[in-house]
Antibody, heavy 121, light 107 residues
Framework: EVQLVETGGGLIQPGGSLRLSCAAS????????MTWVRQAPGKGLEWVSV???????YYADSVKGRFTISRDNSKNTLYLQMNSLRAEDTAVYYC???????????????WGQGTLVTVSS | DIQLTQSPSFLSASVGDRVTITCRAS??????LAWYQQKPGKAPKLLIY???TLQSGVPSRFSGSGSGTEFTLTISSLQPEDFATYYC?????????FGGGAKVEIK
């Protein structure tokens, strides 16, 4: 059974750093594309970042240069390192598995339950 | 960036109603569109991908259509468990973007 469990959220001051983890089971993270999506309180979904099985990464402009997506193959875990956090980064962060048939993402089929990040002084 | 505009953003419907939600893209995205359902406090759930392909396990009352810039999600006969917010997503180009959502509530 495919399962994704996010951890690492919490309350952090503006300018601070946080690392989110997404532990996967039922499939191999390194063989798949993986992504992070966030949702601010009461708002819609916002794509954040993706990592390809080959290691290529892409980011939303709103987080480029501040966030880094990575994975640990030995732990079958996806990460999101978030630096220089701002109030507008406050959101529930979801990790998801990405299905790709021809090299580009086609859809997100499995999602974790999300972890809340609150950036506030 | 490709903008996705969903309409209506809110609709009130009764059990058994046929419901249609539209998603318009600011430029052509072929069929690189997915639909997700989200209930309060839960993660999104994939319903439709490639504009019209039903995800395994999703009831057949859900269907998707369209290509290019205009897409629709149809629920043929609304069930109590379908009251939720629905999002479209384009995967044609980066940054990947979602529509603003369409909340379906009980009339």
């Amino acid at each position: 059974e495919v399962q994704l469990v996010e951890t690492g959220g919490g309350l952090i001051q503006p300018g601070g750093s946080l690392r989110l983890s997404c532990a996967a089971s039922g499939f191999t993270v390194s063989s798949n594309y993986m992504t992070w999506v966030r949702q601010a309180p009461g708002k819609g979904l916002e794509w954040v970042s993706v990592i390809y099985s080959g290691g290529s990464t892409y980011y939303a402009d709103s987080v480029k240069g501040r966030f880094t997506i990575s994975r640990d193959n030995s732990k079958n875990t996806l990460y999101l390192q978030m630096n220089s956090l701002r109030a507008e980064d406050t959101a529930v962060y979801y990790c998801a598995r990405v299905v790709s048939y021809d090299g580009s993402p086609d859809y997100f089929d499995y999602w974790g339950q999300g972890t809340l990040v609150t950036v506030s002084s | 960036d490709i903008q996705l505009t969903q309409s209506p953003s809110f609709l009130s419907a009764s059990v058994g109603d046929r419901v249609t939600i539209t998603c318009r893209a600011s430029q052509g995205i072929s069929s690189y569109l997915a639909w997700y359902q989200q209930k309060p406090g839960k993660a999104p759930k994939l319903l439709i991908y490639a504009a019209s392909t039903l995800q395994s396990g999703v009831p057949s009352r859900f269907s998707g259509s369209g290509s290019g810039t205009e897409f629709t999600l149809t629920i043929s006969s609304l069930q109590p468990e379908d009251f939720a917010t629905y999002y479209c997503q384009q995967l044609n180009s980066y940054p990947l973007t979602f529509g603003g959502g369409a909340k379906v509530e009980i009339k």
